[in-house]
């Protein structure tokens, strides 16, 4: 059986001096961490709500304990790999080196194989939220750096933030197995503010896969395509599991980790 692990602090035992109890906020000098302990299987079932039990279950076992994990703030998952495949057309290299003034979401090599990859998954504790790290070390220069945040929000309750108030919304999917995320809408947000674009400006229809290879390793595929310019961006890269890193550590831990106090639950 799964076992997920709650890491929350714990107070000191017993009563002070005199029999008074403790009041609820306790300094952090009167708590101390206790080991982690089995608190359930679920994890986090927001990916799960969003896809509905029929889908959620169509996926493969280790596709799902993925998007099933929690983390308290600290902690981090990690997947190493390897980029297998990348392909552009001369309008979506023109639209790679054009998204450097938002911060450089996508590749910038046009042709990369076989440069390492790494991708770091963190608690974004302020917005309820996932950061989703990706490093990728180029065979010259120094390695690409994307960021970017997975919020539960929006009309199709899941957006992706990529830097400078850009993001787009997102839907999900399983297929044979496998799970697609698929856009559904870009959009500006800036003091306050949210404006759709329209069709005609969105860089295109982008589809992200994930799909289990068996072994505790899977591939991770990203898609765009212009529906006047055709495929321009086309990436296939290939992931390993690693564990949890964080405050918390043992061999029981393989999905959860419910925030912590001070950060919110995801």
Known sequence: ????????????????????????????????????????TDGDRRYRDLMGERAWNALKPAVRRRFAKRLAFGQSVVYTGQITETRMNLAGRLLVQAARLIGSPFPLEPEARGEAAVVALTADCGSAGQHWTRLYAWRRGFPQIV??????????????????????????????????????????????????????????????????????RFTF????????LGELLHQVSRFNDTGPAGSCSGPDIQEAQPCSPPCSPL
């Open 1 to 40: 059986m799964t076992l997920v692990a709650d890491c929350a602090p714990a107070s000191v035992a017993g009563p002070p001096p005199g029999g008074l109890a403790l009041p609820a906020a306790q300094p952090a000098a009167l708590l101390r961490r206790q080991p982690c302990r089995p608190v359930g």
């Open 147 to 216: 960021h970017s945040s997975k919020r539960f929000a929006g009309p199709t309750g899941l957006e992706e933030y990529v830097g400078c108030g850009v993001g787009v919304g997102l839907t999900l999917h399983e297929e044979n197995g496998g799970l697609r995320f698929r856009s559904a809408g870009y959009f500006l947000t800036a003091f306050g503010w949210r404006l759709d674009l329209p069709s005609w400006l969105a860089p295109g229809r982008m589809v992200i896969g994930h799909d289990d290879l068996g072994g505790g």
């Open 221 to 228: 595929t990203l898609q765009l395509v212009h529906p006047w």
